[in-house]
């Protein structure tokens, strides 16, 4: 994702040469995950991904993309990167800005902005179980429209939501893990 971050297509050669691992540990790693690769096998989108989606996340004028609302609230703190993340309200289309440091959000417009959350996840399809189910809403009203035919997920404010992937994180990382 530190790679992904600068907004280019990376190569697997930089990946192996930053990891120092072998070359199918890498493939199958990225292929566990459902990484995003262009037609020249660079990776394109790992979570932070070069590929459209509805979730933009912006970095020193760089514009990328986020898999989901998760990845875009945790991805300042685990990139140490102030982000401008901008996405949809998938109900009324209504634009959800956000501005997040590594340390806390600094602007939600609207203020009334929540996430949807999975309550359970299949960690062999991260990104068809979680992600898929995991959006910015300008309301709890529009959050609970969008939900009611999705009895596996809730909500939460989104301030909320960026504090508790945030200590997900920190304790992972402290315990030697990445989330």
Known sequence: MQLLSYGYPVSPGKILKQLQVPPDEVTSILNKFGAEFDQEGNILGLGLTLVTTPHVYEVNGRKMYTWCAGDALVFPVILKQTAS??????????????????????????????????????????????????????????????????????????SNVYQALKHIHLNKYHTGFIL
């Open 85 to 158: 993340i901008e996405s949809s309200d998938p109900v009324t289309g209504e634009k959800i800005q956000m501005s997040v440091t590594p340390d806390r959000v600094e602007k939600i417009e609207p203020e009334s902005a929540v996430v949807s959350f999975i309550k359970s996840i299949d960690l062999t399809d991260v990104r068809g179980t979680f992600c898929n189910y995991v959006n910015f809403f300008s309301s709890s009203e529009t959050a609970t429209e969008w939900i009611a035919e999705r009895p596996n997920v809730t909500f939460y404010p989104a």
